[in-house]
């Protein structure tokens, strides 16, 4: 695998995730470099799956994939009968996947989706603190985070909720050291040098600073989620009244 | 069939096998906990392995029959009674309109499984017919049962009117019953110092050697705090990484242990998030899963190491029961007519 050696800077890795799961391990590190070679693999095993691939889950610098081991066996071609494991099977049709092209291409057109956000008052009660602790005003805080071009990592934690990569250091905060019980749907949080949204009601420690009318989890949908990996975010301030507005579906 | 829900008992949900290829957008993969138990209900009334099935926490639950109703019921081992008398679990039955079906004392195991001809009528969200209580979505309106809730059934299959007519010969009170049954998959009947079969997971290297020797010498206990989304066990041990290590989330599946600070390890199960970014010590192999969901709190185990190769021969070996058990049935009523 020569080639995939020079494309990526750290050796792949494979790890079994038990004996129905693979862990592809392509980076050590939080950069955009590394998640859109995980974002191209993901997709060419969606594009093209192999036998018994069930579904794909990437993340900030690997892609697991769930399979079923039965139908992985069952479709094993000649070469891969000597295999001892059907880990092993796995393992060499990954490699067949890592050998097609260039990881680091930049991938499809990326989109970029702007999500309205409703500051301070009553949706972001905890504005004024992560302002005060970065000395800054209410309004600054606003415009660097609403400044910001935040490509979605990967969605994890509560379905639609997006991992936000590129928040400003000026702006953070560190989490409540008692989470709360409940937040609302849609709030807008910052925890330590994240950003993200808060996609269902769920417990959680994150500095609230706003909140977006706009659904995350879209269950209806055929894409259960408005975000996608690999996607750009750039927040919007609206006022009260258009966040009213907008959940009236008059915006 | 109809069934109306007198009682719940402690929590009763809709689940089918699970909720696939939504992982990537954050959507647990959900399912029954116990899926072995909730295939057989399933197999035994003539139906496909993923219909939806009942998700029966523990004891307490009353359901009222309100048409002859072709059920099977298994898991935990309990005493479920139809009409008063002790309805046999692991087996087909056909219950007459007008039965109540209580779920009481429970021997052994906390979950069981009530599959009727057809399945469940539900409608499928997002692939499948699964709870997802958080999400509220899924099963019977995106929440748990309550008192008063009526579930129907879809049509039977050929094979379940076939089953259904061979037994309406064999009244006997209040259910008619086959003499043969498929407790060959009784986990629960099994659970006395259970060993729970695990592989190394991916940071087992990356803990002390006392902790790395401790997850599979000492017993564990599962925790009050554990649920659907999964297990906390409390050892004596806490385990412990040999350095600080800080970890990116990634993919985590059914039977993941995992360590957070505390060392004290959680066991990942149906209801787990897609994402985890704790240590993970260990695997439960997939066919343990199934026994381990059927343990409580309060009750202990052990682990015991097997290598990935064994792993796999198990869950090959499981699936050939299941795939035996399903041909077995077919035979049965394709001769009987």
């Known amino acids: ?251 | 069939m109809t069934i109306k829900v007198v009682r719940t008992g402690l929590h009763v949900t809709v689940q089918d096998l699970g909720r696939f290829g939504f992982q990537k957008y954050g959507v647990i993969a959900g399912g029954a906990m116990d899926t072995g138990a909730a295939r057989a209900a399933n197999l035994l009334v003539g139906n496909a392995d993923n219909e939806a099935v009942l998700e029966i926490t523990l004891t307490g639950t009353e359901l009222f029959i309100e048409k002859d109703t072709l059920l099977a019921i298994c898991g935990a081992r309990m005493s479920v009674t139809a009409g008063g008398e002790l309805l046999p679990l692991w087996r087909p039955a056909l219950v007459r309109a007008g039965t109540s079906v209580k779920f009481g004392a429970c021997q052994s195991g906390c979950r069981s499984y009530l599959a009727v001809a057809g399945g469940l009528d539900v409608p499928e969200v997002l692939g499948s017919k699964s709870t997802y209580l958080r999400g509220a979505i899924g099963g019977f309106f995106g929440r748990a049962l309550k008192a008063d809730d009526v579930l129907a059934a879809k049509a039977p299959s050929l094979l379940s009117e076939r089953m259904e007519h061979a037994l309406r010969l064999g009244w006997n009170g209040s259910f008619a019953l086959p003499h043969w049954h498929a407790s060959h998959f009784a986990i629960a009947d099994n659970l006395a110092d259970p060993i729970i079969r695990a592989m190394t997971g991916t940071h087992y290297e990356l803990f002390t050697e006392a902790s790395r020797a401790g997850l599979f010498s000492q017993s564990f206990q599962i925790s009050v705090q554990s649920d659907r989304m999964g297990y906390r066990l409390e050892g004596t041990e806490k385990l412990k990484l040999a350095k600080p290590l800080e970890l990116l989330s990634e993919a985590v599946a059914n039977g993941t242990v995992q360590v957070p600070a505390d060392g004290d390890p959680i066991v990942l199960l149906a209801d787990r998030q897609t994402t985890g970014g704790y240590p993970r010590i260990a695997q439960v192999a997939s066919v343990d899963i199934a026994v381990f969901a059927q343990l409580k709190p309060g009750e202990r185990f052990r682990f015991e190491r097997i290598t990935q190769q064994e792993a796999e021969q198990l869950y090959l070996d499981s699936e050939r029961d299941m795939r035996m058990l399903k041909a077995a049935i077919a035979l049965k009523f394709n001769a009987a007519k």
Not at chain 1, 17 to 32: K, T
Not at chain 1, 202 to 210: A, K, R, Y
Not at chain 1, 234 to 247: D, N, S
């Open chain 1, 1 to 251: 695998m020569e080639k995939t050696a020079t494309e990526l800077q750290a050796p792949i890795e494979m790890l079994p995730l038990g004996d129905s799961a693979i862990i592809i391990r392509l980076g050590s590190s939080i950069d955009e470099e590394t998640n859109r070679i995980v974002m191209n693999l993901s997709r060419r095993f969606e594009e093209k799956p192999f036998a018994g691939l069930i579904e794909c889950v990437p993340s900030f610098v690997s892609v697991a994939i769930h399979y079923d081991p039965l139908l992985v066996k069952r479709s094993r071609a000649a070469a891969e009968l000597q295999h001892a494991t059907i880990f092993e099977t796995v393992c060499a049709r990954v490699q067949t996947y890592l050998s097609l092209g260039q990881l680091n291409a930049s991938g499809q057109a990326a989109r970029t989706i702007e999500i309205p956000v409703c500051y301070g008052g009553e949706h972001g009660p905890d504005l004024g603190l992560v302002a005060e602790h970065n000395g800054l005003t209410e309004e600054e805080v606003i415009a660097i985070h609403a400044g910001g071009i935040y490509l979605v990592h990967m969605l994890g934690f509560a379905p639609g909720f997006p991992y936000l990569g590129g928040m400003s250091e000026r702006i953070a905060a560190p989490r409540h050291q008692t989470p709360r019980t409940i937040i609302p749907q849609g709030s807008v949080g910052i925890a330590g040098k994240q950003t993200g949204v808060y996609s269902i009601a769920t417990p959680g420690g994150w500095q609230l600073i706003g909140r977006t009318p706009l659904a995350l989890f879209r269950p209806q949908d055929e894409i259960p989620s408005l975000l996608r990996p690999g996607d750009s975010v750039r927040f919007k301030p609206i006022t009260e009244r258009q966040y009213k507005l907008f959940l009236e579906g008059e915006l």
